[in-house]
């Protein structure tokens, strides 16, 4: 099949590119700048303009772009996390209605369920609260002109993706290596995890497989607490984890961003990928992370 992607350089896409390749799909690459490769058309997201016969031959479009959302939210941030999700979104998925693409994969993201404390949720739960939950009810809504369409929508709702060099993990691992480690707050809230090889496997199943549609749970079975994610690392780097980090500092660090990234429980499991049948390669967190790292 020929997949177009979008945010093909990304720590996602980058992998799903060699993924879906691997398996025999021709893939096109949208880009942001001036295509340099046969198989690179060019995008304006803001714009909304699309090179012309970019979407010809196209059985599936995987649209995985958005800024990163770390680093501290400031009004400019909070506009560029939203900007660069929403109406990107609502580009691919008109373009996908207009050319009668048959299937489009949006990112989206676990922090549509909010804070889940200990409850354990799934696709069938309801929103929750929070900057990040109402981002991703617009990120999610503005694919509806494809669904409306008769496309086919996988909205694929990711956790944490475990990398060495992006993310809370290459935050954490200097911090640990050098001793200074600690769980979050009390260490009681749920970490959502998924590892890069799982993470792109599903995407590749979710496109091969016309009969799951909606929202998708990009995770591993087992969440574990902040406190079992914190010394799962500290055992694969060999270095102790004694200590604790007040809420209060990880709120002074990070500001806004504390109670939606770092303490914030995400306590979800993947029915759909499950009753589908997709089968995770990584579904124990230790081993998980020490193969990571
Ligand atoms: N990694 C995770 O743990 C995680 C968890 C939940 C959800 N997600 C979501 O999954 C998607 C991919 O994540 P990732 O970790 O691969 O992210 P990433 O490494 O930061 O890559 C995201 C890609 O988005 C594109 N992009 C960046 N700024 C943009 C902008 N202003 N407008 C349009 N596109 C822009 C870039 O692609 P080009 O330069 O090629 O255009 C970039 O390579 C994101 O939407 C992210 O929110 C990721």
Request: charged share 25%.
């Amino acid at each position: 099949m020929l997949i177009l992607i979008a945010g093909s350089t990304g720590l996602i896409g980058s992998a799903v590119v060699s993924e879906l390749r691997g398996a025999g799909h021709e893939v096109r690459r949208l880009v942001r700048r001036e295509p340099v490769a046969d198989d690179e058309r060019e995008w304006d997201p803001p714009s909304g303009k699309i090179a012309d016969g970019a979407f010809e031959g196209v059985g599936a479009v995987v649209n995985l772009c958005g800024a990163s959302v770390q680093g501290r939210w400031t009004p400019a941030h909070k506009r560029r996390i939203r900007d660069s999700r929403i109406a990107p979104a609502g580009v691919l998925a008109a373009a996908v209605a207009e050319h009668g693409v048959p299937t489009l994969l949006n990112a989206s993201s676990l922090s549509f369920y909010g804070d889940t404390g200990a409850d354990v949720v799934d696709e069938d739960s309801g929103e929750g609260k929070g900057f990040l939950a109402e981002m991703v009810i617009d990120w999610e809504a503005a694919t509806a002109v494809a669904r409306d369409s008769g496309a086919r929508v996988v909205l694929l709702r990711t956790g944490l993706v475990l990398s060495p060099d992006a993310g809370l993990l290459s935050q954490l691992k200097p911090v640990i290596r050098l001793g200074l480690g600690g769980r979050l707050g009390d260490g009681e809230q749920y970490v959502a995890w998924i590892s890069v090889p799982d993470e792109v496997a599903a995407i590749r199943f979710l496109v091969e497989n016309p009969e799951v549609s909606g929202p998708v749970n990009l995770c591993a079975p087992e969440p574990v607490t902040n406190d079992e994610f914190i010394r799962a690392l500290g055992r694969a780097l060999r270095r102790p984890v004694l200590l604790s980090v007040p809420k209060s500092v990880v709120r002074l660090a990070l500001g806004e961003a504390a109670d939606e990234l770092a303490l914030i429980s995400l306590r979800v499991v993947p029915t759909v990928l499950r009753e589908a049948g997709f089968e995770f390669r990584h579904a124990d967190f230790a081993t998980a992370v020490a193969e990571v790292l």
